[in-house]
């Protein structure tokens, strides 16, 4: 059943856009006949969460199942927690209101360790224990996925499966074994947890019993003989298996506001020092045809206009340069702009070079990872300086505005002398500059010895240790034309304690968050002197996890998680790391690392034949030089009263991409849609007559600017007039009245209140402007008319006085006494403006 009564939590909250499910591509199912329901919760911000094309992958593949509904759900934020917590209303999903503990399933995506805390937020809101042996068949069962998982123990008892691996095809047989288990008894919960864990790449951490050496060393040992190992699942072709055409699109500005299509998974480097390149492998590149075709169909489905192509390394995908030219060509004529992340040093090649001049250039991201040449050999980085300087220097040449570096400290075997040519590497980079004004951002932090690397078994340096270095870089590049930014050592220390530890850790989580820790990975809300406190509480030594050098005899946490990285290759990897030797790339080499079989698992590489990718010359054509100017009225309802002005821009101009309008754009660095409003509502103001002007091509017809417009906007925006007049102008605040009608549910005016308001010749509010100048404003010149219909409802007309508009609130609020949260409730409707 739904949770009813939210609304009149989202006119409290800060963003309440991140909360209404309604975007556009949101999938919302009846629930009649359904045979399983799951809830994909992310625990971070929507904002966030939103911008995870993992989680995007599996909404996509379950919702295609007709007896599956998949919904989403994010951590609120601290004010939208509490009120949950003051209502009493459970934490629910975006698409239908939906308790989390209604679901017969909740799935958490793990992509980094500092969100783990806010994994308990969500099941606490949701009054589901936290411990899996606390739980019963009547609860939803709670499972895992995502990159953390390579080392589940930190967190195996909240759940009762982890997904190790490629998750599409495992989330569907997951759900078709529970389908099956609900409809042979359903009672039973280990029955479907043998059932799981049948399934490749589904680990079930109740299955193994966990003890400890004398020398307080973990040991696992497996409930059932033929259950020891689990081997993390891999898809052997991306091309084989869906990626969502139609993904949601989100209302409050995500982190990656653009269309994320994945190119290829894994890389073929052999970084050692990088998890993700070890427990991704093979590389699996993506069709060219297939990339075309998701782009095309999501820039229709989304109104996208900037497509970002990512993988491990984009700049290794082998028909890079064809598929950046078949997508620029299409879209180039459309303003849909091509991106991608970082390009590896040595990566640009002549032919990259000049289709990348055509990108839109922000900044351009090298992750040098070490400053002296021994230890990017150390680490297998396979670059030198002369590719770093030319990186660079290209990519300065080609336009962009800032460079940044990435490095790391603490990497094994590193020396005073590193961090010292470190440091001289950025001040040669700064010297050979081509464009002087151009900013190097520099980027530091600690090196943490991640699960299923050939680092795995090396120390992490100590936060002191950190904190020194740092300090030392920071006071040496103190200079003009550098920027410097570090990531706090004691989040790398946090991080690595949770990537290197064992089950003893998930009693100090629970601590942690009693103590209120929330959000570890936002700046403004780390709490470290709590977690101090809870690692003192819970009894746990960080220095046992963290700080000594582990034997590769020792029994590690994560060993029984089988990643298809053999223990001899990492141990090859790291003694090749103690004599600087370096392992060639494995699209060249194959390096006998153990994950390929060349029989189903193996690197797939798409190599095209480029001529036969030609794009049609049809594809790019010319623009329409002749437009006109419309004015279009629209009504803001409902729901839609929680867009803020920049959530209502993006609206609409991803509504006019989908809906095939042609507009004129203005010119310049970036092109943009000509399109102006003619006010800016505050959060929380429905209307009925909103105005906005847009030019559009000359012989489009104001009729069916209406019916496109209407086809694509989302709930509570309707278009409901569209005039073509080249002689109005954009703005009539100067001269027009404003109507309101106000409704206070709870609440009531006061009549003599107003009484009292109408007696005065005079009535000042100040305002103070940007630079700090205060302004006195007479609110009867701004009050045109202010009628009292009942106890609870009031007429307001409003006209600015010199071109400032007072917004009804704050009228309100200075005639009648009214409490805070009575006023953010009341529902406020501009009704007319004349």
């Known amino acids: 059943m739904a949770v009813n009564n939210i609304d009149n939590i989202l006119s409290l909250v800060e963003q309440p856009s991140r909360y209404l499910g309604s975007e556009v591509n949101a999938i919302k199912k009846d629930y009649k006949g359904l045979l399983f329901s799951v809830a994909l919760a992310f625990p971070d911000l929507y904002e966030v969460g939103t911008s995870h094309f993992g989680l995007q992958i599996l909404y996509h593949i379950l919702n295609s199942h007709q007896g599956i509904a998949a919904e989403r759900v994010f951590t609120p934020a601290a004010d939208f927690e509490a009120y949950l917590r003051s209502s009493d209303t459970p934490l629910f999903s975006l698409e239908t209101r939906r308790p989390l503990a209604d679901f017969d399933m909740i799935g958490f995506s793990l992509l980094y360790e500092l969100n783990f805390t806010n994994i308990l937020t969500m099941l606490d809101l949701a009054d589901i224990p936290f411990y899996s042996n606390q739980r019963d068949s009547s609860h939803p069962f709670i499972i895992a996925g995502g990159p953390c998982t390579c080392n589940p123990e930190t967190v195996a008892e909240i759940f009762d499966a982890i997904v190790i691996g490629d998750g599409e095809n495992v989330i569907v047989e997951m759900s078709n074994a529970w389908i099956k288990w609900k409809g042979d008894s359903g009672k039973d919960k280990e029955v479907l947890l043998k059932a799981w864990s049948q399934i490749e790449g589904v680990y079930i951490p109740s299955f193994f019993e966990e003890k400890y050496d004398e020398n307080k060393i973990q040991i696992l040992t497996p409930g059932f003989p033929d259950y020891s190992k689990i081997t993390r699942t891999i898809i052997s072709d991306l091309n084989e298996v869906p990626f969502p055409d139609k993904p949601v699109t989100p209302y409050a500005r995500p982190i990656h506001d653009r269309l994320r299509i994945e190119i290829a998974r894994g890389c073929s480097r052999g970084c050692r020092f990088c998890q993700a390149g070890m427990i991704y492998r093979p590389v699996r590149e ?103 300087v030319h990186s660079v220097n290209t990519a300065l040449s080609m336009g962009w505005q800032s460079i940044k570096l990435y490095f790391m400290i603490g990497l094994p075997t590193e020396t005073d002398d590193d961090i010292k040519e470190l440091i001289e590497l950025v001040y040669r980079l700064r010297k050979s500059r081509i464009r002087k004004s151009s900013a190097i951002n520099v980027s530091v932090s600690t090196f943490i010895p991640k699960a299923h690397t050939p680092f795995q078994w090396y120390p ?116 090749k790391a103690l004599l600087a030797k370096t392992s060639d790339d494995c699209r060249n080499t194959c390096n ?197 219909i009942s106890s609870s409802k009031l007429e307001l007309a409003l006209s600015p006085d010199s071109g400032i508009m007072i917004r009804p609130a704050e009228i309100i609020k200075n005639i009648f006494v009214i409490s805070e949260n009575n006023l953010k409730t009341a529902r406020i409707v501009k009704i007319s403006v004349s």
């Open 286 to 388: 993506r069709s060219l045809e297939n990339i075309i075709n998701i782009s095309n169909k999501s820039i229709a489905s989304t109104g996208y206009e900037d497509v970002s192509l990512l993988s491990l390394s984009t700049g290794d995908y082998c028909s890079l340069s064809s598929l950046l030219e078949r997508l620029m060509a299409m879209y180039e004529s459309q303003h849909i702009a091509v991106s991608f992340p970082s390009l590896r040093a040595g990566a640009l090649t002549p032919e990259l070079v000049n289709l990348v001049k055509k990108v839109r250039k922000t900044g351009f991201t090298i992750a040098p990872e070490a400053g002296s040449q021994r230890l990017r050999d150390v680490i297998n980085k396979n670059i030198n300086e002369e590719d770093i």
């Open 592 to 788: 006998s690392c153990g994950v390929c079989d060349f029989a189903g698992i193996e690197p797939k590489f798409c190599r095209n034949n480029y001529e036969a990718l030609k794009v049609n010359p049809e594809i790019s054509a010319p623009e329409n030089t002749n437009f006109k100017k419309l004015r279009i009225t629209f009504c803001k309802k409902d729901t839609a009263k929680y867009f803020g002005h920049l959530e209502m821009i993006n609206i609409f101009l991803r509504a006019i991409r989908r809906s095939g309008i042609e507009v004129a754009y203005s010119q310049g660095f970036h092109p943009m849609p000509k399109i102006s409003f003619e006010d800016t509502l505050p959060i929380g103001i429905e209307s009925l007559c909103e105005t906005l002007y847009l030019y559009v091509a000359a012989d489009t017809q104001a009729f069916l600017i209406i019916q496109k417009l209407n086809e694509q906007l989302p709930e509570g925006l309707s278009v409901l007039n569209c005039v073509e007049n080249q002689n109005f102008k954009d703005n009539k605040l100067k001269t027009s009245i404003h109507s309101y009608e106000v409704i206070l549910d709870p609440g009531s005016f006061d009549k003599n209140s107003l009484e009292l308001f109408e007696k005065k010749t005079e009535a000042f509010i100040e305002r103070t402007n940007k630079k700090g100048l205060i302004k006195k404003i007479d609110l009867k010149k701004i009050i045109s008319s202010i009628n009292l």
């Open 460 to 575: 992490q340096i100590s936060l002191e240790e950190s904190e020194e270095k740092i300090r030392l870089i920071k006071n040496k590049l103190n200079i003009s034309g550098i920027n410097f930014k570090w990531q706090n050592p004691k989040v790398s220390f946090l991080e690595g304690l949770w990537a290197r530890g064992d089950r003893r850790l998930n009693s100090l989580l629970v601590t942690a968050y009693e103590k209120g820790c929330r959000f570890d990975g936002w700046s403004d809300r780390f709490r470290f002197d709590l977690w101090e406190e809870a690692i003192s509480s819970a009894g746990i030594d960080p220095a046992f996890y963290l700080f000594r050098k582990r034997s590769t005899s020792e029994p590690l946490p994560w060993d029984h998680i089988d990643a298809r990285v053999t223990k001899e290759f990492l141990i090859s990897e790291s003694d």
